[in-house]
């Protein structure tokens, strides 16, 4: 168990755990007071602190040196999907624990679509930039679907997944597809020196 201590530490899963707790109650207070209880209707908040949750984990994808990270005695392959998933998993769980004592804003296919597609995409971006820039990805992606033209043909949907009501296909498959890339990636490669 002291090793699992140590990896979490290594890999600076309690400060992001503490910026996920803190961007899912601010988030929460913020839809309190400007909305009126009617629902989850409109996707930004949520998806604020699921993405700003898993670019709070990203930080831990690369470790402080990739030479003693090799000298391990356990195979990484495992390690490496494991912390993505359960990042995922702690992302959504903040979302949707905060949401249980207040506001309901998204709908909990909507969170775990888009906090395991969010964590594909910081995986990949770790493997393609390294963990020091591995939020680039997540964070241009949002950025873009915020100020895209409305998702009417595939390619926009595509686009705008993070936004699209649970149980589109484009918005479900396009996840999918970034959680498994991303995490495969990640896991066999790593992060990028």
């Known amino acids: 168990?002291?090793?699992?201590?140590?990896?979490?530490?290594?890999?600076?899963?309690?400060?992001?755990?503490?910026?996920?707790?803190?961007?899912?109650v601010?988030?929460?207070?913020?839809?309190?007071?400007?909305?009126?209880?009617?629902?989850?209707?409109?996707?930004?908040l949520p998806v604020l602190v699921l993405a700003a949750g898993a670019m709070a984990?990203?930080?831990?994808?690369?470790?402080?040196?990739l030479a003693l990270d090799r000298t391990a005695a356990i195979r990484?392959?495992?390690?490496?999907?494991?912390?993505v998933l359960?990042?995922?998993?702690?992302?959504?769980?903040?979302?949707?624990?905060?949401q249980s004592m207040g506001e309901d804003m998204a709908t909990?296919?909507?969170?775990?679509?888009?906090s395991a597609g969010l964590m594909g995409l910081v995986a990949l971006g770790a493997?393609?930039?390294?963990?020091?820039y591995a939020w680039t990805l997540p964070f241009a992606w949002l950025s873009y679907a915020f100020f895209a033209p409305p998702p009417t043909s595939t390619p926009t949907q595509v686009a705008?997944?993070?936004?699209?009501?649970p149980g589109t296909a484009a918005g479900t498959w396009t996840a999918l597809v970034l959680t498994v890339v991303g995490t495969a990636a990640y896991a066999f490669a790593g992060p990028r020196r």
Request: proline fraction near 7%.
């Open 76 to 83: 990484w392959v495992p390690r490496r999907a494991a912390h």
């Open 57 to 65: 984990f990203s930080v831990g994808l690369g470790g402080q040196d």
């Open 160 to 165: 705008t997944w993070m936004l699209l009501p």
């Open 26 to 44: 601010t988030v929460a207070v913020l839809a309190r007071d400007g909305s009126g209880g009617e629902g989850p209707t409109e996707p930004g």
């Open 1 to 24: 168990m002291r090793w699992l201590t140590l990896y979490a530490r290594s890999r600076q899963v309690p400060a992001s755990l503490a910026a996920v707790v803190v961007s899912a």
């Open 127 to 132: 493997t393609l930039a390294g963990g020091q």
């Open 108 to 114: 909990p296919a909507f969170v775990v679509r888009d």
């Open 86 to 98: 359960f990042a995922g998993a702690v992302v959504a769980a903040a979302l949707l624990t905060v």
